[in-house]
């Protein structure tokens, strides 16, 4: 059975769904059956060009944000989330290949969970302080965040890596690993739902030494976050330094 999931062949920038501007594509198949499921545009460095000249521009607006407007923005998210959830659990299935039951009271579930606990956390985040020594220390908003996320718990990822970036009042461009993309297609819908501001989420598809490796270059990128094996965080860091940008990176387990 396929996926009821739209918007496979389009990339979700600046508050709309737009075409790619390449044609390739990659089937989303389904581990557990070997079904193709889906099959969804993958982007190109002009992509992401757009994308984070998007994200660029709705930085400027957005990162004036108060702390109350942002938390109000992510009460929104929390209930166009919590409207599709069925939704989300049954596309985790469908591109993962996990039991229903897993996809439904653990998958899905820990996207309710982030929601809610950072909610809590930005109502009272102590963005101004002052050290023991005097110093006045401020927490400001870094830019625009680069974003790449694995297959696996696709939801908790992107939820750790999108959502305090929102609090914060950053900008993002989110690369979801091209094995499990619809969830993020759904996420993308959900945000758009919530009435986050045109820019301030942007998905693009693609494999990682190409819009990976593009947004890791990308000089109106100020910060990457990856998730995935230490070969692919290697190559992110090591793109990353042309800019000198800041790299956060949680890479493959320990274990042979």
């Known amino acids: 059975m396929g996926t009821t999931v739209g918007h496979l062949q389009e990339f979700y920038i600046n508050g709309e769904w737009v075409a790619p501007a390449g044609n390739g594509t990659a089937d989303v198949i389904n581990p557990a059956t070997e079904e193709v499921v889906a099959t969804i545009a993958l982007g190109s460095a002009e992509d992401v060009d757009r994308a984070v000249a998007a994200a660029k521009a709705a930085f400027e607006t957005f990162s004036t944000t108060s702390r109350e407007e942002r938390v109000e923005l992510l009460e929104r998210i929390l209930a166009a989330y919590e409207a599709r959830y069925d939704d989300f659990a049954a596309t985790i299935t469908s591109e993962l290949g996990a039991p229903i039951t897993l996809s439904t009271n653990a998958q899905a579930a820990v996207g309710i969970g982030h929601l809610k606990a950072f909610i809590e956390t930005l109502k009272t985040f102590d963005f101004e302080s002052t ?30 890596k999108v959502l305090p970036a929102i609090a914060a009042g950053c900008t993002v461009v989110l690369k979801p690993s091209e094995v499990t993309p619809l969830n993020a297609i759904l996420y993308a819908e959900v945000l758009h739902e919530a009435g986050v501001p045109p820019g301030v989420f942007n998905l693009v598809h693609g494999e990682g030494p190409v819009v990976g490796s593009a947004m890791s270059k990308h000089a109106d990128i100020a910060m990457m976050s990856f998730t995935g094996s230490t070969r692919a965080g290697t190559a992110v860091s090591r793109d990353a330094a042309e800019t000198v940008k800041r790299v956060t990176l949680e890479l493959g387990g320990k274990s042979p």
Do not use: F
């Open 131 to 160: 050290s023991a020594a005097g110093d006045l220390i401020l927490h400001e908003p870094i830019g625009v965040c680069g974003l790449i996320t694995p297959w696996n718990w696709p939801i908790n990822q992107i939820a750790l």
